[in-house]
């Protein structure tokens, strides 16, 4: 942990001066992985559930119930194909994914 002093000057109006005050911070040792989940892991299965939602959602509004079973199963099928992409290492900390990184260093 990296400890750091930081000095407050609060100014009260309407009342006595209060002295500045010292704090104490505990800072993270490194800074956590750059992308922010910008994987194709999570791209990928951001986008199949958001069609597959939509058209859920276009399937209760006009009354079609197969059309929106049929974006219900695209939804769900979408958090599979994260979950299979993850795997193999297109998510977060993975191979594909940290070697990308690498090329583009770190952004």
């Known amino acids: 942990m990296v ?5 407050s000057h609060g100014v009260v ?3 006595p001066q209060q002295s500045p005050r010292s704090e104490t911070l505990r800072l993270p040792p490194k800074a956590p992985p750059t992308n922010h989940g910008h994987t194709t892991a999570a ?4 986008v199949v559930v958001l069609v ?12 079609l119930m197969w059309l929106f079973w049929a974006g219900m199963a695209v939804a769900l099928l979408g958090v599979v194909i994260g979950v299979v992409l993850r795997r193999l290492g297109y998510g977060q900390g993975g191979q594909h994914t940290l070697a990308k990184a690498k090329a583009h260093r770190g952004h």
């Open 52 to 63: 597959g939602s939509t058209a859920a959602a276009l399937g209760l509004i006009v009354a």
């Open 13 to 15: 109006t309407g009342g």
């Open 3 to 7: 400890e750091q002093s930081v000095r």
């Open 43 to 46: 791209w990928t299965t951001t």
